[in-house]
């Protein structure tokens, strides 16, 4: 069964820095596809980064590139999203997704089979 679970968020002001881990457990990742999506009061989930644990290619969401960094630590199955710059509207619950298959449709949340709990992150102007 993979478990992911999410630590590394709070309250920090605007033009602050924060890092999220997503700490992934239950199965061999090499062939996954790993993401951070978020989720606003009253809005739909949207995907903000992702990562192949392969090879470490990455992609970004407009809106982050520049500012969010996502990476992964293969000795500690964990997948980090350093996020600079940060804005009042980051404001959101980010969530770790993972998909077993390493699709392309990466934006879309129906690719990702699992989810972590999400935690919060709050930027203050």
């Known amino acids: 069964q993979v478990q992911l679970v999410e630590s590394g968020g709070g309250l920090v002001q605007a033009g602050g820095s924060l890092r999220l881990s997503c700490a992934a457990s239950g199965r061999t990742f090499s062939s996954y596809r790993m993401a951070w999506f978020r989720q606003a009061p009253g809005k739909e989930r949207e995907f903000v980064a992702t990562i192949r644990w392969s090879d470490g290619y990455t992609e970004y969401a407009d809106f982050v590139k520049g500012r969010f960094t996502i990476s992964r630590d293969n000795a500690k199955n964990t997948v980090y999203l350093q996020m600079n710059s940060l804005k009042p509207e980051d404001t959101a619950v980010y969530y770790c997704?993972?998909?077993?298959?390493?699709?392309?449709?990466?934006?879309?949340?129906?690719?990702?089979?699992?989810w972590g709990q999400g935690t919060q992150v709050t930027v203050s102007s």
């Open positions: 997704a993972a998909d077993p298959r390493g699709g392309y449709r990466y934006t879309r949340t129906s690719l990702y089979d699992y």
